[in-house]
């Protein structure tokens, strides 16, 4: 079974038609290649591709994209073809590590696995019997959630979370309580169809390669591309259209697109009505517990106002002939649908594109030809696919509407205290337009769309009981105050704070947080910080020097405040010093792994998949699969489902569990060739020859829709049957997209004193501000809350594409292409400030600054300056020597970004974060730029005290010949 | 271009040994040349001295000096292989005039035909070195028609200018031979100047445009390849501040052209004991000077790779 | 021999399409790795981990900015062996190390021979030569002479390294000589340009420049859009509209 097409298979992309080789005595047309070829999943990012590992004499020669895998088809990036130089950094951990000397000073012995594992099972399971949320257990960069997740869930700790919460929770909440999906992974745009795709603040994306390969399709037809970026680089540089917004403000760009729509009347009313509660009649009595709320039927059907009947009926029913305006009495009750407020509010002139455009930095006239352009694509250009369908209420359709009109967004409108709005914004315009999941439009990728909010209620209510697995997942979906993570004073239970009042939504986690909650105690004190994947005292800290320096507080008695650090990590990273106990992890090319349906998967919009990873070398250090290793853990400590009734390991390690775990009965990790034979996909007995299967189909399972089912998915009946049989549904019901989200009315209601739930006094203010059931846009609150005067500039950071966070520095290859990164700065505004090239600057925030060199570029917002992310390391990380680029004038902008607010009026101090989900707003970030005097060193601030590299680390080598060695037996070996 | 030493030195020293053999065999052909034996060891030792000096010289710039002989094989069209031939083939003529002049002490007759034919080979070679530099399009400031003069003109001059001091050393001024090491001198610097003044004024053929294709409208490099320099870089992204080379010029005349010149003037109007002394200075002045020359040579060339690391735009590193 | 032969069977080389790169580095080290155990190994890296690294690489990717009529853009520039047809880099080869080839028209540098002179490096316009300094010689991109026949790798591997794993598909390769192969169309049809050709190497390779700006398909609206109804306002448009 394959997937799509190969990506470069243009005739001009092909091999030759005569490949015999012309006789050349000076060299080997022919050498062998390798002895063995694996197929596996890359892990250079999370973009999941699958390769093809040529090894050769047991060692890694050449790795290729599969063409036959359909994420990548084919294709691979920067990083995946840097994979050798990642596999062989000097910079891998070699064997467990139990530190001698005081937290931080780097000095560590080497000790056996059963030691690191004894002293992990002691601790932890005091810690089980007393009180499981003192083990705090947060994963980053991790792929198997699905996993950690119920390791944690077993466990007893509500204390998970991976890494989505300083990453693009906006994006997924927004997503999931708006339209039941998201961007980031779990939708994409339709590259075949669409003739007009819109990007916003992207600049790789997890769909690192799909995103690529689409965009040269698109380039190939013709197709416009406008990218809403303030920097000019990557997708933006070959975009038709670049749209230099000014940070923070796309939310009132795409509102006030909405403004000339909704005014012009270019929206699509019958796709509004079938697919949305665009008609669901809202209460409006005001001061009223229910005000804001949907009017339901004594069976709870919302209810929409017939026309035709001149009543209030069923809104889900099929012959519902809704009003879409206007104001009805119903028993006695004031309701409006919710269209009329959405057209109420956006037609007000606060949002017309003149309002607007000083503050996007975006000329007014640019708007309205935007908007323009977006509806002549989605009605004048509208197309049929002669696809007949079913849809959820059994009509028939002849074929599919589509409106070839996709949108994209990423972080930029993530990683901002707005984001979440912002980002619903965007959803109501593609919903108005009708393009989502249509042909042409954006699409969801299984098992996407599930009915809002998309996903189970977080458990862990209470903080966990003794030797007690949490009821489910700890991580999850809310949509009332009573679903919150609080006391009965209101204060969190989780020690992030996620799903508290400071971040209701909190729907990944707040990873960002739990060092600073943790040193403070607040709100309790923790035993054990267990850290996997995520380099937390660097990269992915705010505050980081603070962060860092908390990892090693100590309180009066002398005990370090976050008592004991265990830590997985593969490389040498800054965090792995600041470890008690360091579990030393494989390499990706070195384990099993499994990219589950039930975590992240590799679906397509034509169908769902999922994928392993497979050990194609064995590894020369004493190091172990993290994965199996929490699996060794579970069974020392007998965590229920993880042993048997004896008490016997119930998994022999990670490839066991892949094949033999059952969340469900018939439901497992992996849904490719279930059942005792292999015949069922989905749900199924468990395969003993799973694994066996998925690797001869190359390392994953992908099933294609029927044309039936690949568009309209949120009503169409042959996909809903089909989301059914393979569980991603309990039953076919629709997926009615929320335009107005009466979760969040809920929350407001709490702030008005409605309800059990109330949130404490000094954050009603801001619940009743921020839980607007209609996309709403307001400043960014860094912007607010200093003197704009005093830090005119933006600062955001950008995914270089040949570098994974902080990966790239130990990579031999891919540091040469960039082991500086530089701050760019536009001319205009370096010539105002007096900055040449090459320059070296202060760049000074409200709440730190960092050192770096400038370099001028014309193809940036003027108001906004920015750099690479993660290329500055500390230091000695990653094993480079002392003198690496990396630490002497490469920087990391992290130092310069608040965790928390300057104090309110009350002296508060908020969270630097989005204040419906958490999300880290990093690109928040105000700066001022100050040229540095010529007697400073010419070298990047802060340094940090170099970090002591492990025992029995060799010295680096001084040159690297890699690859000579293959070619003196290519010679031999050749006829 | 990076200044290498190897080669700089190379390209002086040999030059110079050419030169003088020049010089010799046609004061034999012209039965200028006395066949003294003390004469022929002292000019012939130098000169091959110089030669062979430079020649091994040449072999540290290269990655393989064990295979330098397969440099000999491509004649055809390559002239740093015609190079190393006409070098190795000045030997022959070279030989003959040798065993003439210092076993039969005679510098007349067939051996002066050798001489000849020692003149011609040795024109040959720094004719084809000079070639070397002249014949690379991406060079502007080599890739012109001054440079294989200026290869003849400073290899005859430093070779009299030697001549000069060694017939003043061993009592036997010729006022001929430091005339013709005067006008060497003169010609020397005019050249020099002359084209400066022309690589100074070049307009680039090349720009950045024609260099990516993209017409139209300044093209700003803002990403290298690659944060820190690469062999690039190192090897023809050398660059030199203006200022520098200014100054560096100055010291070349004064060294190369100026001193030598006034030297030779002088031991060409005074007593003997002082003539002898000055003819010395102009040599030991002449030395640093074509050295300092040569280094310019290199450093102030420009290499169309340049343009794409924006070198040549506003000073980047 | 570094004679140029007079005409070459082939013209094999790359298209590289400057519309479509967004300067990801795929061909960079996709090169990299396949000719770090190809034909060419190794492809030596000086100070992998410390400061100063610099390495051989066959392929390096440039950003400019052009400040062209239409408000300037950003263009990401891959720079590698054009495979030029009269390239000095070859008849400036004093050992007959480099050479083109009359049946495909690839140059290319036989490493037993190579001297290390650097005197091809000189002669190359486009910076396409890096000496490898531990193994003493001159090393370039092989048009991955070894992929490209090599009968070991499946048949739809047989295409260079670079233009294999090139995401956005902005990599072609095929016979430029022959005037009906689809990389000559595709040349033709996008304007395809060489670069200096005032130096005369006649590259083979060929670069198709960023598009002029234009709406792609699409027919922009001449104005803005028009009120819906300039009487009853939006919602009685609406109105009117549901209203059937
Ligand atoms: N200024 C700024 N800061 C940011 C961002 C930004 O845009 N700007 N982005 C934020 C976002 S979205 C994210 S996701 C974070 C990412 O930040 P991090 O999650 O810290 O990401 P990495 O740098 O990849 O660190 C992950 C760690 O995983 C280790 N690792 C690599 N491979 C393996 C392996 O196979 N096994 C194990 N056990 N460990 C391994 C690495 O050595 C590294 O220490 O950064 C955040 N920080
Ligand atoms: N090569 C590579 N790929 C990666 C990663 C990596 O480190 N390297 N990291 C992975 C991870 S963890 C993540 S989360 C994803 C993130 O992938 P992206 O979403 O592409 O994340 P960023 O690179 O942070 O890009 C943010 C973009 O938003 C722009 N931007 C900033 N502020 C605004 C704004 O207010 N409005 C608009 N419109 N744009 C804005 C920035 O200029 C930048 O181009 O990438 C994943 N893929
Ligand atoms: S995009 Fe990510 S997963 Fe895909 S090849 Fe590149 S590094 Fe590997
Ligand atoms: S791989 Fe393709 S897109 Fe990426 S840099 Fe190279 S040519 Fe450009
Ligand atoms: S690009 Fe340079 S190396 Fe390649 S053939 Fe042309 S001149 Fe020679
Ligand atoms: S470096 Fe090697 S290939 Fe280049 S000219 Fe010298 S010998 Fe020839
Ligand atoms: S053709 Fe081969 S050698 Fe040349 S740049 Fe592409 S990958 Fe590198
Ligand atoms: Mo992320």
Redo the contacts between chains.
């Keep these: 079974m394959t997937g799509r097409s190969a990506a470069n298979a243009a005739p001009t992309q092909r091999p030759l038609a005569e490949t015999r080789a012309p006789s050349d005595p000076g060299i080997d047309p022919c050498p062998a290649v390798s002895d063995a070829v694996h197929r596996t999943t890359c892990y250079m990012c999370a973009c999941r591709c699958g390769i093809k590992v040529h090894i050769k004499d047991g060692q890694v020669r050449y790795i290729q994209g599969d063409r036959d895998h359909p994420v990548n088809r084919g294709v691979i990036c920067g990083k995946g073809s840097a994979g050798i130089m990642q596999h062989l950094s000097p910079a891998r951990l070699r064997k467990p590590l139990l530190r001698t000397g005081a937290r931080g000073a780097g000095e560590f012995r080497e000790i056996e696995w059963d030691e690191a594992l004894a002293i992990a099972t002691q601790r932890l399971a005091r810690i089980r019997a007393g009180d499981p949320k003192r083990l705090a257990f947060f994963t980053g960069r991790d792929q198997s959630q699905s996993l950690t997740g119920w390791w944690a869930a077993q466990f007893g700790t509500p204390n998970f979370a991976a890494h989505g919460g300083f990453c693009s929770v906006n994006m997924a909440v927004a997503g999931f309580t708006t339209i039941g999906g998201s961007f980031w992974e779990f939708g994409e745009p339709d590259w075949e169809h669409t003739r007009y795709f819109m990007l916003f603040g992207v600049a790789e994306d997890h769909d690192s390669n799909p995103i690529k390969i689409g965009l040269g399709k698109l380039k190939a037809r013709g197709v416009k591309v406008v990218s809403v970026n303030p920097c000019r680089t990557g997708y933006s540089a070959i975009a038709d259209e670049w749209i230099g917004i000014r940070p923070g403000t796309d939310g009132l760009f795409v509102l006030a697109i909405i403004h000339e729509l909704l005014k012009a009347g270019r929206i699509d009313l019958d796709y509004l009505i079938a697919h949305t509660n665009a008609h669901h009649l809202i209460i409006r009595d005001a001061g009223a517990a229910d005000d804001g709320l949907f009017l339901r039927d004594p069976e709870g059907h919302v209810l929409g106002w017939d026309r035709a009947q001149g009543r209030a009926a069923d809104a889900g029913a099929a012959d519902l002939r809704p009003a879409l305006t206007g104001t009805y009495e119903v028993d006695g009750r004031a309701c409006t649908p919710a269209f009329q407020l959405i057209a109420e509010r956006y037609l007000d002139q606060a949002y017309s594109p003149d309002a607007v455009a000083a503050c996007c930095g975006i000329a007014a006239d640019t708007i309205r030809r935007i908007a323009a352009e977006l509806a002549n694509v989605a009605f004048e250009q509208a197309i049929e696919l002669p696809v007949a369908w079913t849809d959820c209420s059994g009509r028939r359709h002849a074929s599919m509407r589509g409106r070839p009109l996709a949108m994209h967004a990423m972080r930029g409108i993530s990683a901002h205290s707005n984001g979440f709005h912002t980002c619903r914004a965007i959803h109501l315009l593609q919903v108005l337009l009708g393009t989502v999941d249509v042909p042409g439009g954006f699409r969801f990728k299984p098992p996407y769309p599930k009915p809002p909010p998309a996903g189970a209620k977080p458990c862990g209510k209470g903080g966990g009981r003794p030797d007690t697995p949490l009821a489910g997942m700890p991580l999850g979906m809310i949509t009332a105050p009573e679903d919150l993570l609080v006391d009965a004073q209101g204060a969190p239970e989780r020690i992030d704070k996620a799903y508290s009042w400071e971040a209701p939504f909190a729907a990944h986690g707040l990873l960002h947080t739990v060092i600073a909650n943790a040193a403070r105690r607040d709100p309790y004190r923790i035993d054990t910080l267990f850290l996997y994947m995520a380099n937390v005292a660097w990269n992915s800290a705010m505050n980081t020097t603070q962060t860092i320096s908390m990892l090693t507080e100590k309180d009066a008695s002398g005990a370090y405040k976050i008592p004991f650090v265990i830590y997985s990590d593969a490389y040498f990273s800054e965090t792995v010093p600041y470890a008690d106990l360091v579990l030393p992890d494989t390499t990706y090319l070195e384990r099993h792994d499994c990219i589950s349906l039930l975590d992240r998967p590799i679906s397509q919009a034509d169908g769902p998949g999922d994928a392993i990873r497979v050990p194609v070398v064995t590894p020369d250090r004493d190091v172990r699969p993290f994965q199996s290793v929490l699996l060794d853990l579970s069974a020392r400590l007998g965590l229920p489902g993880m042993v048997d009734a004896d008490g016997r390991p119930k998994y022999r390690d990670y490839a066991d569990y892949m094949v033999r775990h059952e969340r469900t009965p018939g439901l497992g990790p992996l849904a490719g060739w279930r059942g005792e034979n292999g015949d069922a996909f989905g749900k199924g007995a468990p395969n003993p020859d799973q694994l066996e299967r998925y690797i001869t189909n190359g390392g994953f399972w992908h099933h294609a829709l029927t044309a039936e089912q690949k568009y309209y998915k949120m009503a169409n009946r042959a996909y809903l049957d089909f989301a059914v049989a393979m569980g991603f549904l309990a039953t076919p019901t629709p997926t009615v997209f929320q335009l107005y989200a009466e979760p969040l009315q809920r929350f407001r209601l709490a702030a008005r004193g409605h309800g059990a739930v109330l949130p404490p006094a000094p954050q009603r203010e801001a619940i009743a501000r921020y839980f607007d059931p209609l996309p709403i846009w307001y400043a960014p609150f860094e912007e607010e809350a200093i003197d704009k005067a005093a830090y005119p500039l933006h600062a955001v950071t950008q995914r270089p594409m040949h570098m994974y966070h902080s990966w790239g520095a130990q990579n031999a290859w891919l540091r040469q292409i960039t082991s500086q990164n530089r701050l760019f700065v536009h001319g205009a505004t370096a010539a105002r400030l007096g900055l040449d090239d090459d320059d070296w600057v202060w760049i000074e925030s409200h709440h730190g600054k960092v050192k770096g060199q400038i370099r001028i570029v014309e193809g940036v917002n003027p108001d906004t300056v920015w750099t690479w992310n993660a290329i500055g390391r500390r230091r000695g990380a990653g094993m480079l020597d002392h003198d690496a680029p990396e630490a002497t004038r490469g920087f990391l902008l992290n130092h310069a970004i608040a965790d928390l607010l300057p104090p309110d009026a009350a002296g508060r101090r908020r969270l630097n974060a989005d204040p419906v989900t958490g999300q880290a707003a990093w690109f928040d970030l105000r700066v001022r730029l100050r040229k540095c005097a010529a007697a400073e060193l010419a070298q990047s601030a802060p340094q940090l005290p170099p970090l002591k590299p492990p025992p029995g680390t060799a010295p680096n080598p001084r040159s690297l010949g890699f690859g000579a060695h293959f070619r003196a037996r290519a010679g031999e070996t050749t006829p | 271009?990076h200044p290498t030493f190897s080669i700089i030195f190379f390209t002086a020293a040999a030059g110079a040994g050419y030169g003088l053999l020049a010089v010799l065999g046609i004061l034999a052909a012209v039965g200028q040349l006395p066949p003294d034996r003390i004469l022929g060891l002292a000019s012939l030792g130098i000169a091959l001295a110089l030669i062979a000096g430079g020649l091994v010289s040449s072999t540290f710039?290269?990655?393989?000096?064990e295979?330098?002989w397969?440099?000999?094989?491509?004649w055809?069209?390559?002239?740093?292989?015609r190079e190393?031939i006409a070098s190795l083939f000045t030997f022959v003529p070279t030989g003959l005039f040798a065993i003439g002049w210092l076993v039969c002490a005679r510098t007349d007759g067939i051996v002066a035909l050798a001489g000849v034919a020692m003149t011609a080979a040795a024109v040959i070679t720094v004719a084809a070195t000079g070639m070397?530099y002249a014949?690379?399009?991406?060079?502007a400031q080599w890739n012109t028609r001054f440079t294989v003069p200026a290869y003849l003109i400073f290899a005859l001059m430093t070779g009299t200018v030697l001549l000069d001091a060694v017939l003043a050393l061993l009592d036997r001024p010729d006022r001929a031979v430091t005339m013709a090491a005067l006008i060497a001198i003169g010609l020397g610097w005019i050249w020099k100047r002359a084209t400066w003044r022309h690589n100074d004024g070049i307009a680039p053929?090349?720009t950045?445009n024609?260099?990516?294709?993209?017409?139209?409208?300044?093209?700003?490099?803002?990403?290298?390849?690659?944060?820190?320099?690469?062999?690039?870089l190192k090897?023809?992204g050398y660059r030199i501040a203006r200022k520098h080379a200014a100054r560096l010029r100055v010291l070349a005349q004064l060294f190369a052209f100026a001193l030598p010149l006034v030297a030779t003037a002088a031991a060409l109007l005074t007593a003997p004991t002082l003539a002898k002394a000055a003819s010395v200075i102009a040599v030991l002045a002449q030395a640093p000077g074509i050295l300092i020359e040569r280094w310019l040579f290199f450093a102030e060339a420009r290499?169309?790779?340049t343009l794409?690391?924006g070198l040549d735009a506003?000073?980047?590193? | 021999m570094t004679d140029l032969p007079a005409a070459t069977d082939r013209k094999l080389g790359l298209v590289i399409d400057l519309d479509t790169c967004v300067g990801c580095q795929a061909c960079v080290t996709s090169c990299k790795e396949w000719n770090s155990g190809g034909s060419m190994a190794p492809l030596t890296d000086l100070n992998p981990y410390g400061a100063q690294a610099h390495g051989v690489w066959f392929n390096r990717v440039h950003a400019y900015e052009h400040g062209c009529t239409d408000g300037g853009r950003t263009v990401h520039f891959p720079r590698s062996c054009l495979h030029c047809a009269t390239p000095a880099c070859v008849t400036v080869c004093p050992t007959g190390a480099s050479y083109k080839r009359a049946a495909d028209g690839i140059v290319l540098i036989d490493d037993d021979k190579c001297i290390g002179c650097q005197l091809c490096s000189w002669a190359c316009p486009y910076g396409a030569r890096e000496l490898d300094p531990i193994e003493g010689v001159m090393k370039k991109c092989t048009l991955c002479v070894d992929r490209i026949y090599n009968d070991n790798l499946e048949p739809e591997d047989r295409v260079p390294a670079c233009v294999a794993a090139c995401p956005t598909g902005a990599r072609h390769f095929g016979d430029l000589g022959d005037a009906s192969s689809p990389v000559s169309r595709l040349v033709r049809e996008r304007g395809g340009v060489d670069l200096m050709p005032e130096l005369g190497y006649g590259p083979v390779n060929k670069y198709l420049p960023p598009r002029p700006r234009a709406a792609g398909t699409l027919q922009a609206p001449a104005q803005a859009l028009a009120p819906a109804d300039p009487a009853g306002g939006f919602l009685g448009w609406v109105d009117r509209l549901l209203s059937d």
């Design positions: 271009m710039h290269l990655g393989r000096p295979r330098a397969r440099a000999l094989s491509q055809r069209s390559s002239w740093l292989s190393g070397i014949s690379l399009k991406p060079i053929a090349v950045l024609s260099a990516t294709g993209l017409k139209g409208g300044e093209v700003r490099s803002i990403e290298w390849p690659h944060t820190e320099e690469n062999y690039l090897e023809m290499h169309t790779v794409y690391y506003a000073a980047r590193r």
